[in-house]
């Protein structure tokens, strides 16, 4: 509740895609708004009562969801980088073997929104993935050279993409019946900071990936550096 009134909190659905029904809520004065993190537009929700099952109920009606619904902090982008539409996130997938019990990163790729429901996706070299028709004008090109320069040059998002591998595989191990997962995180100045962990997550970063080498984390990075 703390964070509703400094920075804000985010309201997502579990099982969520992209910047879809993804809201933050915050206090300015006593006042409670939203904003839709996808476009920016905001608005007022009440100038009362302000609480938890109240937000709930506000991001149910506007979103007209019944799923379940993930709360957190809302965060800022690391310092320094490019502005956005919403918030960097790492993504790491961790892959278990059943039986040695051997953890290690599958894939990683960095998500990066650009316009209104537009991500470029971009591998641990600053490689952009997914390079469609629809992003085949200047402006789009101009964000893939800045973010593909930021990924490839800025040394505290390299710390926290690190960080974000040893993090990962430290979580997984926690989890005995599951072999692969999905971490989210978000960099900042000292550490990455998770979002959430699925074992239900797409496909199509993964198999693009798997067509350019696959990626693993042990030959392309030190684990102790």
């Known amino acids: 509740m703390n964070s509703l009134f400094q920075d804000g909190i985010v309201l997502k659905p579990i099982n969520g895609h992209r910047m879809n029904h993804i809201f933050k809520y915050?206090?300015?004065?006593?006042?409670?708004?939203?904003?839709?993190?996808?476009?920016?537009?905001?608005?007022?929700?009440?100038?009362?009562?302000?609480?938890?099952p109240l937000i709930i109920k506000h991001w149910r009606k506007i979103t007209n969801s019944k799923d379940q619904v993930l709360l957190m902090p809302f965060f800022e982008n690391l310092k320094g980088l490019p502005d956005s539409s919403g918030t960097l996130t790492i993504r790491v997938i961790t892959s278990k073997n059943m039986k040695s019990e051997l953890i290690k990163v599958k894939h990683a790729w960095f998500e990066v929104p650009i316009f209104d429901n537009y991500f470029l996706f971009f591998d641990t070299k600053g490689k952009v993935l997914n390079f469609l028709k629809s992003f085949s004008n200047i402006k789009v090109r101009r964000q893939i050279e800045v973010w593909s320069n930021v990924i490839k040059n800025n040394h505290f998002l390299k710390k926290n993409l690190i960080g974000s591998f040893k993090s990962s595989i430290s979580l997984h191990k926690q989890i005995s019946n599951i072999d692969t997962v999905a971490w989210d995180w978000i960099s900042s100045n000292e550490n990455p900071i998770l979002l959430e962990g699925n074992s239900n997550y797409g496909l199509f970063i993964p198999q693009i990936l798997e067509q350019i080498g696959g990626?693993?984390?042990?030959?392309?990075?030190?684990?102790?550096?």
């Open 26 to 52: 915050f206090v300015e004065d006593n006042i409670l708004y939203f904003e839709f993190l996808r476009n920016k537009k905001t608005g007022k929700v009440n100038s009362g009562l302000i609480n938890i």
């Open 215 to 225: 990626y693993t984390y042990n030959n392309d990075y030190d684990y102790d550096s």
